[in-house]
Structures are given as structure tokens and as C-alpha cells.
């Protein structure tokens, strides 16, 4: 393989690995919301 | 599902169902197949420009739409889109949100069928001892149904049956079904796809043999990593990356709305989307750049390659190099392979028939059970044309029409409600509202403007593109008072067949053009039925939007 090559291969791939880890370890390191609110937004419009 | 008032059992369950949405077959195939065609390595370039500027904005507009729609209790697009807006056509733009679900599934469920059919076919060792135009034979024969690979009558059916009927006894379980088989079905994938990236990356020139001597992995590596910077100022190549990153996210389908549409209205939707949205990307640009072109490279040589990389090597390649790592290996890779597949399939599929369930759900009040049995007769009826005439052109009609034009015409008009006619103001607040993580504020403008034109774009693209995808030669063209030259794969040049016709008119052998002709009679019938599908769902949203209208009067 070229020196471009395993450059571009390595680096996209890097990339892509470094940002799914932590993306992934952001949300097993944030702990789940209290409570539940399922009521609606107040200024919304809902048409017919 | 409104009825039973159904959610997602954990967040981790939620995002590998959107990630199994997202991640397909094209994952594996139409990447490094698409990364080969425009540029090599160049290619990245583009490609991740555009996930960041058209990718990720589509995926966070659609997770906020989706949840948004959910508050008001809708679960499919229809009703989501009518709630963002006062003009009430806008839900029947929100029809191609179930349109192209079950359009895409007739045909999907077939491919998802090949996958289940040839797990089988590899435990059994079917292809030991073939050659590889057998084994790319034995295709050809399984997708003729009137033929039979196993001495089952009409197997390509049966399969196909079983693989729908395996569909709707998942979706009728509901949300939890659809989560549990994603947290088995995902990492399953990602394992296989370690394992056979590690195999396509550490192969080397250990498959080269007396007849092809200079066979190389490192070579097919090297052709799909080298940058090739000079394609980065053609529009061609643009408009390629922009298009595998629309396809391999699923946005434009309708299928993330409604797995949102099923989250607390405080739950984040910036950071889960970004998780699922890199998930897909690490299957694609890690998995799938590593498995199929770098191991058929080191067997076949690199000049095969070029001349045959597409589609039909899942099938028609695979299996045959498979056999040359002995009886063990090669059984466990066959295995894995159409494994992966299949679970990259059934995942996407069951994300399909979300928005027909939750559809029938909200507005006419049908359960679980009678929502998946119609989705899998429907599209069992849809399905069978693509299975029964496959060779005459009805499966690739339904993926231009259904799988491909539906998507960017409905992300383009889902993208504008979003920013310009709901509000970019209102829509920044929803994507924000509970958000884990803070989205830089530059992503405000970008949905404004460039995710829309990067859209339009597209469409433009797909709708006038010119002889032989030169763009180039074509503004010269036009400059200079020659016209635009269009290609028969434009959007205008397909809908009058202008392909067919001429290969007609050039025709002189009677077979051919009888052949010919019935093609195009298979072809007009494929429309029909996607048009009739398309106006049945309208039928069922006017009927749904009288409901709501005469219970509103009622009060």
C-alpha cells in the first residue's frame, strides 16, 4: 500500500472509531432522567 | 401502539435499533463499491463532509420530528408532519413515509431472504468443490424461481415467506421485539464483521495462486485508500457521497420519526442520534471497507475487481473464496458472512414496518397483532412481483422508485418544513429540548441552509443527470448552445423508459425485442402497483384527517 493510502485509511478510520467510543461512553457515563412527563408543550399547534 | 402505550425498554436498546435501522446491506456493498467509482480515497473527503453538513443535521431533524409528533400521540409521519404545520397537504407528503417502507420491504425481505437462504447453503457446504462461475451461477438459479438449488419447488418463495412471516412475528411483539432482536442482532453483526475485516486486512498475497499470481489485498486496499484529489472538483463525485450517505443513514424513510415518536418528551435526541448516526458510519467505513474488496483482491486479482465490483458479489463472489479456508473456516466465514447480512437485513426490515403499525394504531385503533399481520400481507402481495419477475426489471423498479427517488424527494420536503415553515427557531429548541449533549450552535445555520441545499442538490442531480454522470462536458454543453444531454439513469429519462426504447429501436433479433417489450410491460406494471400503493395510503390519511375532523366538531 502507498504511504496516501494507509495516511487516509488509518486516519478516516481513526476518526470514526474515536467519535462512535465516545459518543457511546457520553451516554453510558449520563445517568438516566428523573421522573416522566409526558405532557405536551405549551405554544405548539396541532391542524387537523 | 398508541393503545398500549408502548416505549423503549433502555437507551441502549433504542440506539442500536436505530443503528440497525440505519445499517444494511449497502453498509457492506454500495460503499467501497461507490468509494472505487468516485475517487478512491478522495472519495472520504467529500463523504464525510457531507455526513457532518447533511447526514447528522437530517438525523437530528428527524429524531426531534419524530419525538415532537410523539407528544401529540403520532407515530408516523402523516399525522407528525400535519402537527408541524398549518396547511393540511402536508400530510399527504408525509404518505412517502409509509409509501417507501413498504415499497423498500417487498423487495428488501426478498434480499433478506437470499442471505437466510445462503446461511443455510453454507452449513450444508453447498459450494464445495465449485468453480466460481458455478457458484455465480448458482445465483442465477436461485433467483429464477421456476428452478430449484435444493429440490424444494419454488424455494426462492418458500424462503421468502419465511423470512416475511419471521418479520411480522417480531413487530407483532411489538417495540420490545424489535429492541431485543436489535441488542442480539448488532453486536452479532459487529463480531462477524471484526472477524472478517481482520481476515480482509491481514490476507495479504496469501490468496494469490498459479492462475492469478499477482492477486493482493493489500492491492485492493491500496486502489480504495489511494486519493485520487483531482475527481474531488467533479460534482459527480459530490453528489455520489452525498447520495451514499443519505442511503446508508435511512433518513428520508420515515422509520426514525417513528422509532422517536416512542420517546419521553424530555429524552435527548442530540446525543442518541449522534451515537446511532457514528454506529452505522463504524460498520461502514471500518467493516465495510475491509471485508469484500480487500479479500476478492486477494484472490482475484485487482484487475477483476474493477471490472466487477458490485451487488451481485455478496452472492456470486463470496461464497466461492470462502471455500478456499478449508471446510472449517470456511463454513464459520459463509456463516458469519450472510449471518451479518441477514442481521444487517432484518434490522432495517423490521424498522419498515414500524410506521404502517403505528399508523393503523393511532388512527384506526388496530392492535400489535392485526398492524404486523397487514404489514406482512401487504407486503407478501407487493413482494411476490419483485420475486416472480425478477429478471424482468420489477425488483430494480421498486429500489429506483421506492428505495431511491421517494427518500430524496421526501428528506428534501421534511428538511424544509423543519427549517423554514415549522421554524428553525422552534426546531433548534425542540432538538435541544433534554439534550445530553450541546450541539455546536453553527448547526442552526447549516439546517437553515446548506443541509436544504445539499438536498436539493441531490434531487436536481438525480433529476437531470447528464449523458454518462459528466457534468463537466455537460455545462460545456450547454454553454456553448449544445443543450443538456441527459442520461437514461435520470429521474425525466426514466419515467418515459427512454433506456428500454432505445435498446428497442437498436434491437433486430425478434426475441430480443419481444424480451424487450415484456420487460417494459413489467416495468409499467411495477409503477401501477407503487402508485396504487401511493394513493391507497392517501385514501387511508383523508379517511384518518375526516375522523379527526368530525370528532373535533363532535366536541
Known amino acids: 500500500m502507498s504511504t496516501s493510502a494507509i495516511v487516509l485509511m488509518v ?37 387537523g | 401502539m398508541t393503545t398500549e402505550k408502548q416505549q423503549w425498554g433502555s437507551r441502549v436498546g433504542l440506539i442500536l435499533a436505530m443503528a440497525g435501522n440505519a445499517v444494511g446491506l449497502g453498509n457492506f456493498l454500495r460503499f467501497p463499491v461507490q468509494a472505487i467509482q468516485n475517487g478512491g480515497g478522495a472519495f472520504m473527503i467529500p463523504y464525510i463532509i457531507c455526513f457532518l453538513l447533511m447526514g447528522i443535521p437530517l438525523l437530528w431533524i428527524e429524531w426531534s420530528m419524530g419525538r415532537f409528533g410523539g407528544k401529540h400521540g403520532h407515530h408516523s ?50 459450494f464445495s468443490g465449485m468453480s466460481q462461475s458455478e457458484v455465480a451461477g448458482f445465483f442465477t438459479k436461485y433467483v429464477d424461481v421456476a428452478q430449484s438449488t435444493t429440490g424444494i419447488p419454488y424455494e426462492a418463495v418458500i424462503f421468502y415467506v419465511i423470512c416475511l412471516a419471521l418479520n411480522t412475528w417480531i413487530l407483532s411483539r411489538g417495540l420490545s421485539g424489535v429492541e431485543k432482536v436489535a441488542k442480539i442482532g448488532m453486536p452479532l453483526l459487529i463480531i462477524f464483521g471484526v472477524f472478517l475485516a481482520i481476515r480482509g486486512l491481514t490476507l495479504g498475497t496469501s490468496g494469490a495462486s498459479a492462475e492469478v499470481p499477482g492477486a ?36 428520508g424513510m420515515g422509520t426514525i420519526q417513528c422509532y ?84 444487517a437485513g432484518i434490522t ?5 414496518g414500524t410506521p404502517w403499525m403505528g399508523f393503523m394504531q393511532d388512527e384506526f385503533g388496530w392492535g400489535r397483532v392485526k398492524g404486523a399481520i397487514s ?31 421517494s427518500l430524496v424527494v421526501f428528506a428534501m420536503l421534511e428538511t424544509i418544513l423543519f427549517a423554514w415553515i415549522f421554524g428553525m427557531k422552534k426546531g433548534w429548541a425542540e432538538i435541544n429540548e433534554g439534550a445530553d449533549m450541546k450541539i455546536p450552535s453553527i448547526y442552526k445555520y447549516i439546517m437553515l441552509f446548506v443541509t436544504p441545499f445539499l438536498l436539493i442538490a441531490v434531487f436536481i442531480g438525480s433529476l437531470i443527470t447528464p449523458k454518462g454522470n459528466d457534468w463537466k462536458g455537460a455545462f460545456s454543453s450547454l454553454g456553448s448552445g449544445g443543450g443538456w444531454p441527459l442520461d437514461n439513469t435520470s429521474i425525466i429519462k426514466q419515467i418515459s423508459n427512454s433506456g428500454l426504447k432505445e435498446q428497442i429501436a437498436a434491437a433486430t433479433d425478434p426475441a430480443i425485442i419481444s424480451t424487450l417489450e415484456e420487460k417494459m410491460f413489467y416495468v409499467n406494471l411495477a409503477r401501477i402497483i407503487l402508485l396504487g400503493l401511493f394513493i391507497g395510503i392517501s385514501i387511508l390519511v383523508y379517511i384518518a384527517h375526516r375522523k379527526h375532523t368530525a370528532k373535533k366538531h363532535a366536541l
Not at chain 2, 408532519?81 to 426478498?110: D, E, Q
Request: net charge negative; aromatic share 20%; glycine share 10%.
Open chain 2, 348 to 352: 432495517s426490515s423490521l424498522a419498515m
Open chain 2, 375 to 405: 404489514f406482512g400481507l401487504i407486503t407478501l402481495t407487493l413482494g411476490l412481483p419483485t420475486v416472480f419477475f425478477f429478471n424482468q426489471g420489477v425488483f430494480d423498479e421498486y429500489d429506483y422508485w421506492a428505495g431511491t427517488v
Open chain 2, 216 to 251: 493482493s489485498a493489500w492491492a485492493g486496499l491500496d486502489f480504495l485508500w489511494t486519493p485520487q484529489y483531482d475527481s474531488l472538483s467533479n460534482p459527480k463525485v459530490w453528489l455520489a457521497a452525498a447520495g451514499q450517505i443519505f442511503f446508508t443513514l435511512s433518513v
Open chain 1, 11 to 47: 486516519s478516516s478510520m481513526g476518526l470514526v472509531i474515536s467519535a462512535t467510543a465516545y459518543f457511546f461512553w457520553k451516554v453510558l457515563r449520563t445517568p438516566p432522567k428523573k421522573g416522566d412527563d409526558g405532557e405536551r408543550p405549551e405554544g405548539f399547534y396541532e391542524a
Open chain 2, 77 to 126: 409521519t402523516p399525522f407528525i408532519l400535519n402537527s408541524m404545520s398549518h396547511r393540511p397537504w402536508w400530510k399527504y407528503v408525509g404518505v412517502f413515509g409509509i409509501f417507501t417502507n413498504i415499497g423498500v420491504a417487498a423487495y428488501y425481505c426478498y434480499i433478506e431472504s437470499w442471505t437466510l437462504s445462503y446461511v443455510f447453503h453454507s452449513i450444508g457446504r453447498t
Open chain 2, 260 to 343: 422517536a415518536s416512542y420517546l419521553k418528551s424530555k429524552d435527548d435526541v442530540a446525543l442518541n442520534g449522534a451515537a446511532s448516526g457514528f454506529t452505522n458510519e463504524f460498520v461502514e467505513v471500518v467493516l465495510g471497507s475491509s471485508i469484500v474488496i480487500p479479500i476478492a483482491a486477494g484472490y482475484l486479482g485487482l484487475d477483476w475487481v474493477k471490472e466487477n465490483a458490485g451487488f451481485g458479489m455478496a452472492f456470486q463472489t463470496m461464497p466461492f473464496l470462502f471455500e478456499k479456508w478449508g471446510p472449517v473456516l470456511g463454513v464459520a466465514a459463509g456463516v458469519m458472512w450472510f449471518g451479518l447480512l441477514f442481521f
